[in-house]
């Protein structure tokens, strides 16, 4: 049982480049999420996919979309990446509706140059 | 709006001397609350949460929070801290919708020998 993983662990971009980045988790979850986490802001929402087919904004979606593939995996897409973008990115899933405890991943570690 | 305050951006502390880590919460948040520990260069760990019943709610490695609905607050305390402890603590309480959690911005225990 691992839990949330993530691929990749780090990644280095030029701006304007894209990537995806993965999310897996085998925990039979319903909800899937994807924060940023950048120095002195805590973690702040992208996108989140309630249920398996089901995908909804955040707090800070711009520059970002997301596919649900299954119920499985959860991937976050960046277009044309920009040197804002640069942050640690974790997924987390969540079985628990009414209570929202949320599991997460190791972290992607992204940086735009 | 809903938020969850962390008073404290930062806590030095020594070793073996107890410890509180300070979490306010607005009463539009939902009564769920959770702390997770973030050890460096790795994802959020649940410590422990407070979903019902006792105010008191004791998590792993020796961490306990009491929920006080009249203050809005939910403390996360220890009475004696060890080197391995430092690391980052973010309080998070369920928000509009049982999907999606609101999180403080963080508080960075360092614990000195």
Redesign the interface.
């Known amino acids: 049982n691992a839990g949330?993983t993530q691929t990749p662990k780090f990644q280095v971009l030029k701006t304007g480049q894209s990537m995806t980045l993965q999310c897996a988790q085998d925990m039979n979850h319903n909800?899937m999420?994807w924060y940023r986490q950048d120095p002195?802001?805590?973690?702040?929402?992208i996108y989140?996919s309630?249920s398996e087919g089901t995908t909804d904004k955040?707090e800070v979606p711009n520059g970002y979309n997301v596919s649900r593939l299954n119920k499985r995996e959860f991937s976050l897409r960046l277009e044309s990446a920009a040197p804002s973008q640069t942050s640690v990115y974790?997924c987390?899933s969540?079985g628990l509706?009414?209570?929202?405890?949320?599991?997460?991943?190791?972290?992607t570690r992204l940086t735009v140059t | 709006a809903q938020s969850v305050t962390q008073l404290d951006?930062q806590v030095p502390v020594f070793e073996e001397a107890p410890v509180e880590l300070r979490c306010n919460y607005s009463s539009s948040v939902?009564v769920?609350l959770?702390w997770?520990v973030q050890y460096p260069?790795?994802?959020?760990?649940?410590l422990l949460?407070y979903?019902s019943g006792s105010t008191l709610v004791k998590g792993i490695n020796g961490f306990e929070a009491e929920f006080n609905k009249s203050q809005t607050s939910f403390h996360l305390r220890k009475p004696s801290v060890h080197i391995s402890d430092t690391a980052e603590y973010?309080c998070a309480g369920?928000?509009d919708s049982?999907?999606?959690?609101i999180?403080?911005?963080?508080t960075r225990l360092l614990v000195r020998p």
Do not use: D, H, I
Request: proline share 2%; glycine share 20%.
């Open positions: 949330v909800s999420y002195g802001m805590g973690l702040r929402l989140y309630a955040g974790f987390a969540s509706l009414q209570t929202g405890e949320q599991y997460f991943g190791p972290g | 951006s939902s769920y959770f997770y260069n790795q994802g959020l760990q649940l949460k979903l973010f369920s928000g049982s999907y999606k959690l999180f403080g911005s963080g």
